[in-house]
């Protein structure tokens, strides 16, 4: 059974960077062909996906987050971990960290998801 689990703080100031770390188990996220992503959704809106790193550590963003978004991992503690720069209120979002088998930007091939984490922008 696979395992995610979202942790970082839910209140960040604006212009500040959002940092947020996904622990995985029950799979190698260096496990051939799985993808890992950060999708969020803000309130009173839909599933929106942010980015990928694979299983060979290559990292895809989408293209209207890409300039803030970064995405790195940790292979020895099996973690991913997204930082958003210059974060506004419209950042305000549940966060959730997802896998999928060859997954890319559509969020409904993601087969194993986090709890997600509510995150605040705010001062």
């Known amino acids: 059974q696979v395992h995610l689990q979202e942790s970082g703080p839910g209140l960040v100031n604006p212009s500040q960077t959002l940092s947020l770390t996904c622990t995985v188990s029950?799979?190698?996220?260096?496990?051939?062909?799985?993808?890992w992503s950060w999708i969020r959704q803000p309130p009173g809106k839909g599933l929106e996906w942010m980015g990928v790193?694979?299983?060979?550590?290559?990292?895809y963003y989408s293209p209207s987050l890409k300039s803030r978004t970064s995405i790195s991992r940790d292979t020895s503690k099996n973690q991913f971990s997204l930082h958003l720069s210059s974060v506004t209120p419209e950042d305000t979002a549940v966060y959730y960290c997802?896998?999928?088998?060859?997954?890319?930007?559509?969020?409904?091939?993601?087969?194993?998801w986090g709890q997600g984490t509510q995150v605040t922008v705010s001062s």
């Open positions: 997802a896998s999928g088998l060859d997954a890319g930007r559509n969020v409904y091939e993601y087969d194993y």
């Open positions: 029950g799979r190698s996220i260096t496990d051939s062909f799985y993808a």
């Open positions: 790193i694979a299983f060979d550590g290559s990292a």
